[in-house]
């Protein structure tokens, strides 16, 4: 059986990689993008990583472009982007779609593991009256939009894109995972 850490992803820089690199860590994968009202998110994601990291957590981030083109640049762009701007010294991943009919596999895993995510309704709400239609409640529905992944590699829960890194409700699922063996 295929599992979230056999999926094949490429990093940032192009090379090849999966998962299995962070198997027995809390993994929190967060779709990001540098263009976004929510792209500040990026500095409250690298203190979570740089205070957490230490007793098992990942943050991983994956650029996406689903929505309106807030992630329209290259690898190498937003590598540097991310270095300069925000400091993240998080893992980041090469470029790819998380909603759609060419949405990636690990993001196919991730949705279909966990459909409905915590705090998803006033971010709806917000979008509708920019006059954006979310559509389907299953799809990923913005950037920065997280999964929590637990040590055992199941997707243990998920966040709307306006729950940030030190949103209560984050951080208790995420200490929660942390202290299970």
Same mark, same amino acid.
């Given at each position: 059986?295929s ?5 094949? *992803? ?46 098992? *957590? ?19 762009e937003i ?7 925000? /400091? ?9 779609? $998380?909603?759609?009919? /060419? ?31 979310s559509? /389907?409640?299953q ?9 929590? $992944? ?15 890194? /030190?949103?209560?409700? *984050? ?11």
């Amino acid at each position: 059986m295929s599992t979230l850490y056999d999926i094949p *992803l490429k990093r940032i820089d192009g090379s090849d990689t999966n998962l299995a690199d962070y198997r027995g860590k809390v993994l929190l994968v967060v779709n990001v993008a540098s263009k976004c009202g929510l792209t500040p998110q990026y500095e409250g994601l690298e203190k979570l990583y740089q205070e957490q990291q230490a007793k098992g *957590l990942e943050v991983l981030g994956f650029p996406a472009n689903n929505f309106k083109g807030q992630e329209p640049g290259s690898d190498a762009e937003i590598s540097q982007f991310c270095a300069l701007t925000y /400091d993240v010294h998080f893992p980041m991943f090469s470029k790819i779609s $998380v909603a759609g009919a /060419d949405k990636h596999p690990l993001y196919q895993a991730l949705t279909k593991a966990q459909p409905a995510a915590t705090g998803d309704g006033p971010f709806r709400e917000r979008l509708k009256g920019y006059g954006i239609e979310s559509g /389907d409640p299953q799809e990923v529905l913005w950037n920065f939009e997280k999964f929590l $992944v637990s040590k055992q590699g199941e997707v243990v829960g998920r966040f709307a894109p306006d729950v940030a890194a /030190d949103d209560a409700r *984050l951080l208790e699922a995420v200490d929660t995972e942390l202290a299970k063996s």
